[in-house]
């Protein structure tokens, strides 16, 4: 295999694992950082596509309307697409955080279970929404014109690092403010936190917030990376859970952490890919849910060996703390 | 003697709560442990029953070293507990609560069972009860009729009194007494420390995890210093 | 209308037996099982095994019972079945969340070992036999009675109700009469109180998770004689078990058969409205005002 197709392939690995990373970083904020426990994450995936989609795509008109139904289609560039995503992410996530942030946290987390598989079952079911279960296609890609489409794969991986460490120092720049501490000191204990005067709510809701709109900007990504998208995308293992081990491995509580755990998990998930194309070929077909019984096994491993993943929790936050 | 604590020092993660602590309960005695709070009477309960693991230190019961066993094993060898709080189970009845009492038994407990009706006879009427809606005053004495269910030596009560009606504290004192008149050897913590002396035969005052003072109940409650600190409420 | 309210029952009774198993283990282990569902999955697909496989090696007959879709084969398989999930949960327990108990993790750690196993489990079935629809007797006319009142129900339903009243009545006694029951409920109410009793809560655990186990297996294939039988079945019965269970108050068996009831009712009438496929919507819907007008369902007291 030549070197320009290893590094080719090496770039889409790329671009993938730094989407998934933007995902992480979101959900740092969310549980790394204030300890909400958000099992939704593939909702706000699939809302996020689903917008930038909408956003950036023309409303089907003529013998194309016929096949694809959409409710807008507004046709707008991709910064408009993304910042959209972001937005209608904030706004669900408000919405839902009203009557479900003042649950218990694994109340919480079935509540978010229940949000994200509502959401994806009125895109797969309301044909005129986004197309049902068919999907859109043919979202457009920035920068589309400038290179060679065989190497725009290297234009798009700068796109996305740059988004990914935008959206890493702004949230290091978050943390070590005074509301990143109020935020840790809700995930450390609740009570005391309340006690100290501040409206908590207000803080997991604002973290909520932030965490989904970040996650939005990494749903958006996606749809432009693979420039089609359909509900059965969105399910709880490829949006969620991956997810989850991500930031279980890299180190919940940590930036760099949920930076490192996107690109470890998806290196290993890529590596199964290759072990599996050494089993036999009655096994073949099986592939896909071996390596994710292999993920499975890994998070069980991480929870009872290694709770703090690989790099654990940031020890110094504050500089004005010792 | 029964019950012999040397030089106990117990406490949670890094801090100990009690320092080299020394207590004797003899047969058929009630000893009173009274003393500020925070003052580590709860904590010395908890090291005897197994709940705490001491630093340092021994309990000993009947020449037997039992110090640091699980509190599962601790009551088959005599001594029962009744923690301040969470101490009965609400959804259950009466009947059922003091069943749980004598779950390890082999035999066949209901004569002990119309012994603790004896003792408190409201709990007899009203057994069909489910425990959680029972007054703070009944679920006191369902507390102790559990603990009572296996015939123990050694009763390990924390704050029976706590958080009842003053009509119903010299009530209990007086179901307490009435269970030591049966041979049971006690040892009460309460912050209630005139009625605790009174009954005692042997009083122990704790402060900052020490023993400061130890004699007879009669003797501490004419100690003047005992009736400045402890005795003022 | 009425049938949508009959199939709600059947379709509900089967959601209790999935939500008395989970309220149990909640209950005593202030535990949510987030791999329940897949438990009732395991339980279908085991007995989908054992009846096409040792049985029919066996040489056990194969002949359906009357008008009933099933036959000696499956009466056996579903007690052989409900005693080795019971054991895949024990199990599951053994090897992940009892070691983290002992450890100290909180809440949301043990929830997500549990997220792992519903994975894990969901992935041996997808292995074992892929992602195809199966059913216990393909091709089989299953045609309904016609009873007064104008209510249609299969013979097979009508077994599914008698089934999941014998083994709610058989968990009442054994809950309210034995002492290993009563030791239950002893350990659901205050586990350290059961601790300084004597009560070996060890113990306690294990039969807990036999018996959440064995009632989601039995719950898996019934849904599997009536239905199908498919990977994810069991997932998507996880928001209907936690909307019942959280209904008739966490814990609470008695609240869990009950709000398994009201789910499949509300989901079986939302079909005269909404699509099919939205049921575990509707389940989720209900959850969630359950949560925010009465969190402590149906039969909780006031405090929390």
């Known amino acids: 295999m030549e070197l320009s ?11 993938m694992a730094g989407i998934y990373a933007v995902f992480c970083l979101g959900l740092n904020i969310q549980w790394g950082y204030t300890g909400l426990f958000n099992i939704g994450i593939a909702g706000f995936f699939c809302v996020g596509a689903y917008t930038t989609a909408l956003i950036t795509t023309p409303k089907p008109t003529g013998l194309y309307a016929q096949y694809v139904q959409q409710v807008i289609g507004l046709d707008l560039p991709f910064i408009v697409g993304i910042l959209g995503a972001a937005l209608v992410c904030g706004v669900i996530a408000f919405l839902i955080g009203i009557p479900t942030l003042k649950l218990r946290e694994d109340y919480l987390a079935i509540a978010t279970i229940g949000i994200a598989e509502t959401i994806r079952l009125i895109f797969n079911n309301e044909h005129a929404l986004a197309n049902g279960p068919r999907g859109l296609m043919g979202l457009p890609q920035p920068l589309q014109g400038l290179v060679d489409p065989r190497h725009y794969n290297y234009i798009y991986l700068t796109i996305v690092v740059i988004i990914m460490v935008v959206i890493y120092l702004l949230s290091e720049r978050a943390i070590r403010s005074p509301w990143g501490r109020v935020l840790r000191a809700i995930r450390e204990d609740e009570i005391s936190a309340a006690m100290s005067g501040k409206d908590i709510f207000k ?33 709880p293992l490829y949006g969620t859970f991956i997810i989850w081990v991500m930031l ?4 919940s509580g940590n930036n760099k952490g949920a930076i490192l755990g996107a690109y470890s998990i998806w290196g290993i998930w890529i590596g199964t890919k290759f072990l599996t194309n050494l089993l036999p070929v009655t096994l073949k077909a099986r592939a896909p849910y071996i390596r994710f019984l292999l993920i499975g096994i890994l998070l069980e491993i991480i929870l009872i060996y290694r709770p703090k993943g690989l790099l654990g929790e940031e020890k110094k936050v504050s500089k004005f703390l010792d | 003697m029964i019950l012999n604590i040397e030089d106990i020092t117990a406490g949670y993660s890094e801090v100990d709560i009690l320092h080299q602590v020394n207590l004797q309960v003899r047969v058929g005695e009630i000893v009173s442990i009274i003393g500020p709070n925070g003052a580590g009477k709860s904590t010395l309960l908890k090291t005897i029953f197994g709940l705490l693991q001491p630093r340092q230190g021994k309990v000993i019961l009947n020449d037997e070293d039992i110090t640091g066993l699980r509190p599962e094993k601790i009551v088959r060898k005599g001594i029962s507990y009744v923690p301040q709080v969470d101490n009965v189970f609400p959804s259950m009845t009466i009947q059922e609560n003091l069943e749980m009492g004598a779950f390890i038994r082999t035999d066949d407990y209901r004569h002990r069972l119309d012994q603790i009706y004896d003792l408190f006879p409201i709990l007899r009427e009203r057994r069909k009860h489910k425990v959680g809606q029972l007054s703070g005053g009944q679920r006191q004495m369902v507390a102790m009729g559990r603990a009572l269910m296996l015939d123990p030596q050694v009763l390990l009560l924390d704050e029976p009194s706590a958080g009842l009606a003053p009509l119903l504290v010299s009530h209990i004192f007086e179901q307490i007494r009435e269970i030591n008149v049966t041979g049971v050897a006690i040892v009460i913590v309460e912050q209630n420390a005139q009625e605790a002396l009174k009954m005692a035969h042997h009083g122990y005052v704790l402060a900052m995890g020490r023993k400061v003072l130890d004699d007879t109940g009669d003797a501490l409650l004419e100690n003047e210093e005992v009736g400045r600190l402890y005795l003022g409420g | 209308m009425v049938e949508l309210f009959v199939y709600g029952i059947v379709l509900g009774s089967i959601i209790s037996l999935g939500a008395i198993g989970l309220t149990l283990i909640y209950g005593i282990l202030r535990f949510a099982n987030f791999a329940h569902g897949d438990l009732m999955t395991a339980g279908a697909y085991v007995a989908l095994f054992m009846v096409t496989g040792p049985f029919s090696w066996l040489g056990i007959p194969d002949h359906t019972f009357g008008a009933l879709s099933f036959g000696w084969r499956m009466l056996l398989a579903l007690p052989v079945s409900m005693v080795a999930v019971g054991g895949l949960g024990l199990l599951f327990d053994r090897i992940v969340f009892r070691k983290l108990r002992l450890k100290g993790s909180g809440v949301v750690i043990l929830a997500m070992a549990s997220l792992g196993a519903s994975f894990i489990i969901r992935m041996l079935v997808l292995i074992l036999w892929g992602a195809d629809y199966r059913f216990y007797r393909p091709g089989l006319l299953r045609p309904a009675l016609e009873l007064p009142l104008g209510v249609k129900i299969r013979p097979d339903q009508i077994l599914i109700l008698l089934m999941v009243s014998f083994l709610v009545s058989v968990l009442h006694l054994f809950l309210q009469k034995t002492k290993m029951g009563k030791a239950m409920r002893a350990t659901a109410d205050n586990m350290d109180l059961a601790r300084i009793s004597g009560i070996d809560t060890e113990r306690v655990i294990i039969w807990t998770w036999m018996i959440g186990g064995a009632l989601a297996a039995a719950g898996g294939i019934l849904y599997g004689i009536d239905v199908q039988l498919h990977a994810g079945m069991g997932w998507n019965f996880l928001l209907p078990l936690f909307a019942a269970a959280i209904l008739g108050t966490i814990g609470n068996m008695y609240g869990a058969l009950v709000g398994g009831l009201v789910i499949g009712v509300a989901q079986q009438v939302s079909t005269a409205f909404l699509l099919p496929t939205y049921k575990p919507a509707v389940a989720f819907m209900i959850m969630i005002l359950i949560l925010i007008i009465r969190p402590q369902g149906i039969f909780g007291g006031s405090h929390s």
Request: glycine share 14%; aromatic share 12%; proline share 2%.
């Open chain 1, 248 to 251: 279980m491995a890299g180190g």
């Open chain 1, 5 to 15: 197709g290893i590094l080719a392939y090496l770039v889409s690995l790329a671009v």
């Open chain 1, 203 to 235: 803080f997991k809701m604002q973290s909520l917030v932030f965490g989904s709109m970040i996650m939005g900007i990494g749903g958006a990504l996606y749809a432009h990376y693979t420039k089609a998208i359909s509900p059965d995308v969105f399910t």
